[in-house]
């Protein structure tokens, strides 16, 4: 695992990494496909009918998988964010090997994201999951997956919108949790001011703790939590 400089998250742990979706902002893949090209084409383990010769196609790291047992102290710790462990090409049994993995290390708190609500909820998680879905504005498909996350199986059910690309109505009641964020790297395009602000009054209606992330550059520091969690 690797101390990591996201917000909400003392470590990353990439016992999976790699997608197949193909999202024009994703970090993860420009990383993978620059300066970490030969270390991810370097490992064979490639989920079966990608191209092993594409950096970010899902990949298994067997080697990582117990790393969270060697760190003592509880953490919370973000769980395949270099890739997404619901993608579709991704084998049942590498998902539940990750899964096992989070229940053995039952002191931490393993927060998982993805963008395949529909894939997440077949599985049950252990009672020390977060559970989020991304989404970056109100389009169809986002409602949709808005409609599967509402049988996530997990403690913390969250919306991490980042980046966000629109506005976002109708913010769920059942959220436990929502973060905002914006765009980075080359070409960013950063939110409406008002998109922000209508998020935030959503949430504040619904009673639903919000963490504002460094890169919205917004001018109110905000970091709160799912209710009921000690930080």
């Avoid at 619901?86 to 989070?102: C, E, G, N, R, Y």
């Avoid at 053995?104 to 909820?121: E, G, M, N, Y």
């Avoid at 602000?197 to 890169?215: C, H, M, S, Y």
Wanted: contains cysteine; glycine residues 4%.
């Amino acid at each position: 695992m690797n101390k990591t400089k996201i917000e909400y998250a003392d470590y990353s742990w990439n016992p999976l990494s790699g997608c197949t979706k193909g999202c024009s902002y994703c970090y993860a893949r420009r990383l993978a496909r620059g300066r970490l090209r030969k270390i991810y084409l370097a490992n064979p383990n490639v989920a079966p009918d990608c191209d092993p010769s594409d950096p970010f196609s899902p990949r298994i790291w067997r080697e990582r998988l117990s790393d969270p047992l060697y760190t003592p102290r509880p953490s919370k710790i973000f769980t395949v964010d270099m890739g997404d462990l619901w993608d579709p090409h991704i084998p049942p049994d590498w998902i539940k090997s990750v899964l096992t993995m989070a229940e053995l290390a039952s002191w931490h708190i393993f927060q998982f994201l993805t963008k395949r609500p529909h894939l997440a909820r077949q599985y049950d998680f252990p009672s020390n999951s977060w559970v989020g879905i991304t989404i970056t504005n109100d389009s169809q498909e986002a409602r949709i997956d808005l409609a599967h996350s509402y049988w996530l199986r997990a403690r913390v059910k969250f919306l991490s919108i980042e980046p966000l690309l629109g506005p976002i109505h109708d913010l769920p009641t059942w959220i436990d949790w929502v973060i905002i964020g914006a765009m980075t790297g080359p070409k960013a395009v950063k939110p409406k001011k008002e998109w922000v602000q209508d998020l935030i009054r959503q949430a504040e209606r619904n009673g639903t703790p919000v963490f504002l992330k460094d890169n919205l550059h917004w001018t109110e520091f905000r970091r709160e939590w799912p209710r009921g969690i000690e930080q």
